[in-house]
Structure formats: C-alpha cells, structure tokens
C-alpha cells in the first residue's frame, strides 16, 4: 500500500501551468529523486504535498498517521536559542515522557503509589525503546556530519549565517526520522564531505523520501527512483537518475516515432478527403472522416530550447590581477589566520574548504563588499570586475526580469533584452514577471544574465550552480572556460569544476599552516 497517492493533480502559477492531470504514488521505503529543468514545479510539488499550497484540481492523498518531515526554509526559529538546544527539540516528547517520569520520583505521595509507580517504569521503557540515553550522542554525530559543530554549537541561531541556519534546521529534520523526509535542495550550502555523509544517511535512512537536486551525482547515489517533472506532467522511473534519464530518452525517441507515423497516417487521410469529397468516392471520403475524428493525436516532440552563456571580456595589461598581503577577514573577529594570495592575469582559480569556513566571506572581501579586519588587499588599475553573490537577494523583488537587464546595461531595448534572457533559458512571459515569483533557477540565470552584459577581466563567483538544472551548468561551465580574463570561483560541486581551473587554494590548508604565505 503507498504511503501517498497523487491524482489528477493540477497546479497554476498565474497563467502557467506546472502540472496537468498528473499522477503517481509513494511507497514505504522508498527513495525518491525529484528531477525537472528549472521552473517546471519541483519545489511547488514540495510545497503541496505538504500543503502550504492547495492544488488547483486532483487528490493528495496521505495515508492516515504518516509523519511528514518538510525542510522549510522559512521556518521561525527562536534567535535567542542555542544550536543544541534547538536540535534537542527534535527529541521534545522523550523529554516532556522524561520530565514526567521525574516528577513521580521527586513526589513522595506518587512514588509512594503503586499506579504511578507502573506509569514511571512504562516511561522508562518508552525512552530505553527510543534511545533516549543516546540522544545527545545521536545530536552530536549528525551535527559533525553536516558541520554544524565547526561553527559551535553553543552559538545562538540569530548569529547564524544562511547557510549555517540550512545546516541546522537540516540537523533537525534528519533527528526527528519522520515516515517521510520531503528535502528541497538539500545539498545547498554543503560542501563535498557533507554532501557525502548526508549521501550515506539518505541511503540508509528507513523511511521513504522526496528530494529535489540537480546534483546528479547525489541523486546516483540515494535515490531508488525518480519522479520527473516535463510538459505538465510527472513521470515517474525505476533506479537512479542515469537510469532514469537513458529511459526518458528512450521514451521520447519512441514517441517522437509514433507520432511521425500517426501525422503521416493522418496527413494520407486528409488527403484522401480532400481530393474526394464530391464524386464517386464521396461515402468513402466520409468514412475518411470519420476514422480521423476517432484519432487520439499525440503532441508533438518538444525540442529543448537551446542555452547560450557567454560573458564578454575586456583586455587588461597588468601580470597581477589581485593580491592580499596580511589579510583578515570576518565581522566582529577575525574568522581565519592572516591570509597572503597572489592572482596573476588569466588565471582561473578555486576556493575550496568546508562549509561555513569563510571561502564567501573571503570572497565579499575582495570585492570590497565587507572590509578587512586588518591587512590590505590590491586590486590593478584597469581592473573590469564581475560579482556572483551566492544568495538570491534582490533590492526590489517586483522588478521584471527584463528591467533588471535593463537596469545592469542601458542602451537595450525590449527585443534585445528578450533575446538576451532567452539565451540563458529565460523567455517568453517569465521575462516580465516579478522576480520574485521565479523559481529559485530562472532568478539564477537572471543574475547570471546580468553579469554577462557588460565587459569584464575579473570574475568573482559565489556558488554559481546553486538551483541551476544540469543543461544551464554545462553551458555556464563552458562558457568560464572559454572566458579570457581571470576567475576565482567556490563551488562544491566537484562535477563542475573538476577539470578547468588553474589553481587551488585550499583555505583549510591556511588555517592548519597557521601562518602567512604567498600561495
């Protein structure tokens, strides 16, 4: 019997349709990768199966007393609260069995009553059912796994970062082991070591669960099947995303077939009909027609719209592009040792460290977005730079995607700057919708867009992938090779840098050597 059973299901954003009579059903145990090219409806899925949103027609249906866990990114959390504590509440009703159990000890009247005393030793079976005398040890493996130790966990959430906030509220959603874990993007913020230990626990997690990524290869690793979104539709295929995608392709060679054979089949009847409508075959033309209204006619094969990511370059002279001599950063204290970094003209060079480490925080820095707690940093005259900030911020969210083009460089008009956001796969209507009614990929290509319009020698990128589906991340790969001038880059995911930049630096090989060196 499946744990949930989707049917029918019909959802609108405004004049777009996400999904149109679409069904399938989850199972008990099963490990479902969630998959779809950006816009198409897979946070929205999310959200309404665990109906922050109503659908606009079908059934979704839970099977009675099924425990849903949902990642929500917006959710309240108390500022004042520390990091343990918080991850403690995952575990609140051992702790309010707990806190009862010892009252009935602490009152001479109840442990002197044999009915409380019953009620007392129940509990104490209850919490030794549930390893309740392990829970502080079961908190402290699954914060080291994500890192969430690293940054401490007596640090108070309103001095959390965005990414450290995920990190935690992640914690306590794998603590708490719902039937059914529902993870949009859980890999964000991650770096390749707890991607990794997050792959290991999905995969031996008991339950069943949904998880929205484009990171493929976390979805070969956890899921057992997947549920595709295309054209209104979810589908869904056995095994892991490569299995899923080889059929998918399969399926859509098939059908592109069966639909050349049923346009040739109905274009001869057409024919036929219309050479014959009067005359001797007149009663045969009209069983012509008849066969052709009892047609069911296949849609046509869609083609994937093509995505062109190139970002102009202007020349610069200068051999040393940036340098950093005896640098600090952080806020209120320094969060690394002093760091010297040397970047010459043309080099392409990769951050790396854990998350939560200070790789963005160093790259504000540079760009002159945050100031250094000490140190100097020096950036060569003629210097053209171009800033990818990982979060998805906007001064003014009701902007049009279009105005935003036209606000980073004047002089285009509407066509041009239609054609400019169709080749980052942003076109048609979404070009004049509100930002912040895209989805979390098509603002990424926005902001992607908009740093492509003017010249530049020195490219700054903070996580660029982060929601982007895998067609946007080779063009965008490809283009960074193919840009002339210098990049320095973080990402984590190994796939997309693993072959073209020049250099890396290593920030935890800084902090180990805890000196100042030249790298």
């Known amino acids: 019997m499946s744990l949930l059973k989707v049917h029918n299901l019909t959802y609108h954003i405004g004049d777009k349709t996400l999904y149109q009579n679409a069904d399938f059903n989850l199972f008990p145990a099963e490990h479902v990768g969630v998959t779809g090219s950006n816009g198409v409806g897979k946070s929205t899925l999310l959200k309404l199966l665990q109906t922050q949103l109503l659908p606009d027609g079908g059934d979704i249906i839970w099977q009675p007393s099924v425990k849903v866990g949902y990642l929500d990114q917006h959710a309240q959390m108390d500022a004042q609260f520390r990091v343990r504590d918080y991850l403690k509440t995952a575990f609140s009703e051992l702790y309010l069995l707990e806190a009862e159990m010892m009252a009935i000890y602490a009152c001479a009247e109840k442990s002197a009553d044999d009915s409380y005393l019953v009620r ?32 401490g966990m007596h640090t108070r959430l309103g001095e959390l970062s965005g990414g450290q906030r995920h990190k935690v509220m ?85 059908h592109a077939k069966q639909y050349l054979a049923q346009k040739k089949h109905i274009d001869k009847l057409e024919q036929f009909i219309a050479k014959n409508g009067a005359g001797v075959n007149a009663s045969i033309a009209n069983g012509r027609k008849k066969q052709l209204t009892r047609i069911t006619k296949l849609s046509a094969p869609e083609l994937d719209k093509p995505i062109s990511i190139a970002f102009k370059h202007t020349t610069h002279n200068a ?88 606000s980073a460089c004047g002089g ?49 990128l903070d996580e660029p992938t982060t929601h982007l589906d895998v067609t946007v991340k ?18 984590h995911e190994r796939s997309f840098v693993a072959d073209w930049p020049d250099r890396i630096v290593d920030i935890q090989a800084i902090i180990t050597a805890q000196d100042a060196e030249t790298i």
């Not at 950093?324 to 043309?346: M, N, V």
């Not at 400019?420 to 979390?440: D, E, H, W, Y």
Request: glycine share 6%; hydrophobic share 45%; charged share 20%.
């Open 170 to 254: 992640l914690a306590s959603l794998l603590l708490m082991s719902p039937d059914v874990l529902l993870l949009d993007e859980p890999t964000n913020y991650l770096d390749s070591v707890h991607i990794q230990w997050l792959a290991d626990y999905l995969t031996d997690f008991n339950g069943a669960f949904m998880v929205v990524s484009h990171d493929h290869a976390f979805l070969n690793r956890i899921a057992t099947s997947i549920c595709d979104i295309d054209r209104q539709q979810i589908r869904k295929y056995k095994g892991n995303i490569d299995k899923a995608m080889a059929q998918k392709v399969s399926d859509g060679a098939a």
């Open 120 to 151: 007392a030793a129940d509990i104490q079976t209850q919490l030794e059912s549930q390893s309740f005398y392990q829970v502080d040890n079961h908190i402290d493996a699954v914060a080291d796994g994500l890192g969430i130790t690293q940054f």
């Open 319 to 406: 051999q040393q592009v940036l340098s950093a001599t005896d640098l600090l950063i952080g806020y209120s204290r320094p969060l690394l040792p002093a760091i010297a970094l040397s970047i010459s003209r043309g080099e392409k060079v990769l951050i790396t460290g854990f998350n939560g480490i200070g790789k963005s925080t160093l790259l504000k820095t540079l760009v002159g977005e945050l100031a250094p707690v000490a140190g100097q940093i020096a950036i060569s005259t003629g210097v053209k730079l171009g800033y990818f900030e990982q979060e998805l911020h906007w001064p003014y969210p009701d902007a049009t995607a279009a105005n935003l083009i036209k």
């Open 412 to 460: 285009l008009d509407d066509k041009a700057v239609r054609q400019q956001l169709a080749q980052f796969g942003v076109s048609g209507k979404l070009a004049m919708q509100p930002i912040r009614t895209l989805s979390g990929g098509e603002q990424t290509k926005v902001k992607l867009c908009r740093l492509a319009q003017n010249p530049t020698n020195l490219l700054v």
């Open 474 to 491: 080779a063009a965008l790969k490809q283009a960074l090779i193919e840009y002339s001038g210098t990049i320095i880059v973080v990402s």
